[in-house]
């Protein structure tokens, strides 16, 4: 535990330095995020042994709960501009009182939640058409991770709160420890070893929420003992300030919008897809699990760039800004366009890993070379709306959701999907075409410059 105790100072916000900073902010997401995706993938793998309809139902109510934490995770979303831009101005306490309410926040959310989804998981699951079988499946892996969503609402505040100080180190080291235990705990629940009972699909869901659990201890320790770059007294969580927490409702409130569009447009899209039946479910499953290691550099370059934008505006210099958005986009760029040759040229290898059905392979392969086309607009649309969000700008983006969602990703994957009968691989078209266009949307609205004069 002693590599935990690191303090990681401001950074040092020059044009010489950005590289470094870029690198220093991005490469321990980037880590962090396939650690992350090394879990889904391995839940997949070890599901994969019980069947095309354990697939399915993972899955699809993986999906669910993924949803439903980031809608409500996506209220604190502001925390991290807000802690960035004072961080840069060098005013700690005020960083100090906001991270605090974020935890206060998630706690509370929690609790009004975790009813919902326990009581509700199988009316959720059929709502999203799933057959019968796929339903009784996923409700007991919805529920038990339902019941512990508090805990994945309070990793993801205290992650943000870490990396509004420039802190990234931390966060992917508690991944680290959370993916070990989830692993450990599939393979013990999942097939029974030893004097544990084989749960199958509910050894998932119990492994998942072990982890969730001693992850939230670790960062809580880490925030609360101070042995980190922002110490938050644990007193202090229990100390409502409703003007910090107005600040950031009406801070993260855009970007809450978003999210519960973008949400809402990814269910309706699994919707679409589940529709189509059991094997293109999970077959685009198994397509998104792939699809999914391609978003980590996209990923990690929007935190970095959200992170540089905030502390630079904070540190009035808006030139340093801009050239850490075009930078960390050139990065982006580069990395998933090697990813979109790679889904080109491997994606039968790449697929078979997760031993599919024949019938399931053949779909499967087909959304990953088209998931290859839309590599590009995706780097250039995370880095960019990263940057926006991180001066604050959260309308922007949710703009571009709002018009993307309702206008075209989900009426146009419906319509290639189900209308005109292409199936599973008109779905992922229709996804593919809607990314292309928030790219270009985000780049002129970045252009326009309104993110330059944001108050937060």
């Not at 205290?158 to 509004?164: A, M």
């Not at 097939?191 to 050894?203: A, E, M």
């Not at 880490?222 to 409703?242: D, E, Y």
């Not at 997760?354 to 839309?374: G, H, R, T």
């Amino acid at each position: 535990m002693q590599s935990f105790n690191i303090y990681l100072p401001v950074l040092d916000l020059t044009e010489k330095n950005l590289n470094k900073n870029i690198f220093k902010l991005g490469v321990p997401v980037i880590i962090e995020n396939l650690l992350h995706m090394s879990v889904f993938i391995s839940d997949t793998i070890m599901v994969g042994r019980l069947g095309t309809g354990a697939i399915a139902a993972v899955g699809l109510a993986g999906t669910v709960f993924f949803v439903i934490s980031m809608v409500f995770s996506s209220l604190n979303v502001g925390t991290s501009s807000i802690i960035a831009r004072h961080i840069g101005a060098k005013e700690k306490e005020i960083a100090r009182v906001v991270g605090a309410q974020s935890i206060l926040m998630s706690l509370i959310l929690g609790i009004f939640i975790t009813p919902f989804l326990v009581l509700y998981a199988g009316k959720i699951l059929v709502l999203m058409s799933a057959e019968p079988h796929v339903t009784e499946l996923g409700q007991g892996y919805l529920q038990i991770l339902g019941g512990f969503l508090i805990f994945r609402l309070i990793i993801l505040s205290c992650s943000g709160i870490l990396r509004g100080t420039g802190d990234t180190k931390t966060p992917m080291k508690v991944t680290l420890i959370i993916n070990c235990i989830n692993i450990l705990f599939n393979w013990i629940l999942i097939f029974g070893v030893g004097p544990f009972p084989k749960l199958g699909v509910s050894g998932v869901a119990w492994a998942t929420a072990i982890a969730y659990i001693a992850g939230t201890f670790l960062l809580c320790g880490k925030l609360f003992t101070g042995r980190c770059a922002l110490h938050i007294p644990i007193l202090s969580v229990a100390r409502i300030h409703i003007g910090c927490i107005r600040r950031i409702v009406r801070i993260s409130l855009p970007a809450a919008i978003d999210a519960i569009l973008t949400q809402s447009g990814f269910l309706f899209f699994t919707k679409i897809v589940t529709i189509l039946g059991t094997i293109p479910l999970a077959a685009h499953q198994i397509a998104v699990r792939i699809e999914s290691i391609s978003f980590m550099p996209g990923f990690a370059f929007a935190v970095s760039t959200a992170t540089l934008v905030g502390q630079s505006l904070g540190a009035k210099n808006v030139g340093l800004a801009k050239l850490s958005i075009r930078r960390n986009g050139t990065f982006a760029l580069i990395l998933m366009g090697g990813f979109a040759l790679v889904f080109l040229i491997f994606p039968v290898q790449m697929a078979r890993v997760f031993n599919p059905e024949s019938s399931v392979l053949s779909q499967a392969v087909a959304c990953v070379m088209i998931a290859a086309i839309e590599q590009p607009a995706l780097a250039v649309y995370m880095v960019y709306a990263g940057g926006l969000r991180g001066a604050g700008d959260t309308i922007s983006p949710m703009i571009i959701t709002i018009v993307g969602t309702l206008c075209f990703h989900v009426p146009v994957s419906y319509l290639f999907g189900i209308t005109l009968g292409w199936g599973l691989a008109g779905v992922w078209f229709g996804s593919a075409l809607d990314w292309i266009l928030r790219a270009i949307a985000i780049y002129i609205l970045y252009k326009r410059g309104r993110w330059k004069s944001i108050k937060v």
